[in-house]
């Protein structure tokens, strides 16, 4: 069974940073899209990020170019999102997404592209 743990979420000030973890288990992906995603109270869940395990390629929403990266350890498993200068509008809560095809889409964005889902983490920025 396919299981994505969230951490690392938290409250911080505007212009701190934040990373978090998504520890996936129970598949044998080698190659695969994880992205990240979030969703404030009242929006839809948008991406964030995206990034193909088998290549390390990424790729990035607008409203967070430059202050975030996603990265992976494939030995751990693990995606990560680094997120740096962190703004009240970065406040979300913060889930972590695996596609079980062997590449990114174009369309690596949309919530329905992913196949897989964890519970979420917690981020709330302050000004």
């Known amino acids: 069974q396919v299981q994505l743990v969230e951490s690392g979420g938290g409250s911080v000030q505007a212009g701190g940073s934040l990373r978090l973890s998504c520890a996936a288990s129970?598949?044998?992906?080698?190659?695969?899209?994880m992205g990240w995603f979030r969703q404030a109270p009242g929006k839809e869940r948008e991406g964030v990020a995206a990034?193909?395990?088998?290549?390390?390629?990424?790729y990035y929403a607008d409203s967070v170019k430059g202050r975030f990266t996603i990265s992976q350890d494939n030995a751990k498993n693990t995606v990560y999102l680094q997120m740096n200068s962190l703004k009240p509008e970065d406040t979300a809560m913060y889930y972590c997404?695996?596609?079980?095809?062997?590449?990114?889409?174009?369309?690596?964005?949309?919530?329905?592209?992913?196949?897989?889902w964890g519970q979420g983490t917690q981020v709330t920025v302050s000004s």
């Open positions: 990034i193909y395990t088998g290549g390390g390629s990424t």
């Open positions: 997404a695996a596609d079980s095809r062997p590449f990114c889409v174009l369309s690596w964005s949309a919530v329905n592209e992913y196949n897989y």
């Open positions: 129970g598949y044998t992906y080698s190659s695969n899209c």
